[in-house]
């Protein structure tokens, strides 16, 4: 099982079936705050809604294609970091991430998604990697730009959510441009 240690107070770990209870109440608990910005939120009604789920998520990291974590602060499931689909050919990935309002405002994301960053240019030997964030969403945004993330652009309604369009903007790093 993947494993991942941030720091003294964070690490990573791939989601197993023992943990659905736990990412529900997760979900659960943030429901207004995450779907805000998240349209999967509501699909997620009970523990039995991640069963199905969980065992893709492990499969995509078998198949060294990416994979969904929990993110652990001083050992509480605080939120999730996932790689996206992982090309081979161009050595590049996408990372996605949410944390629980309460956690909000202590590094956590930052700190997560820096470490990672490292094993994924250093031991993975990716050359790309990408961040996408609704343009209304300061806080996901703040991530890649403190990272030295590039903003390559907006995709105009590039997400529909609920009722509404969002526009979505693209952040990007190189393992040339890192300096972990």
């Known amino acids: 099982m993947f494993s991942f240690t941030v720091d003294q107070d964070i690490s990573i770990e791939l ?16 429901r ?13 009604q009970s523990p039995k809604d991640l069963e199905p789920i969980i ?7 078998a198949d060294n ?8 602060y001083r050992g509480d499931l605080v939120g999730m970091i996932g790689l996206h689909y992982i090309d081979w050919k161009t050595k ?3 990372i996605g991430y949410l944390l629980s309002e309460d956690a909000q405002g202590k590094g956590i994301i930052t700190r997560a998604v820096s470490s990672l960053l490292n094993y994924l240019f250093e031991e993975m030997e990716l050359n790309r990697v990408e961040i996408q ?4 969403n300061s806080k996901s945004i703040g991530i890649p730009e403190r990272l030295g993330f590039t903003k390559e652009g907006i995709t105009r309604d590039g997400q529909w959510l609920y009722d509404h369009y969002e526009d979505i903007v693209t952040y990007s790093l190189l ?3 890192w300096m972990g």
């Open 15 to 30: 989601f197993q079936q023992q943990h659905k209870e736990e990412l529900y109440e997760l979900i659960d608990s943030n």
């Open 175 to 177: 393992k040339k441009d």
């Open 55 to 61: 065992p893709i998520w492990i499969r995509n990291y």
């Open 133 to 136: 964030c609704a343009v209304n």
């Open 92 to 94: 590049s990935t996408s």
């Open 65 to 72: 294609n990416g994979f969904d974590a929990g993110i652990r």
């Open 32 to 44: 207004e705050h995450l779907r805000q910005w998240l349209l999967w939120v509501d699909k997620r």
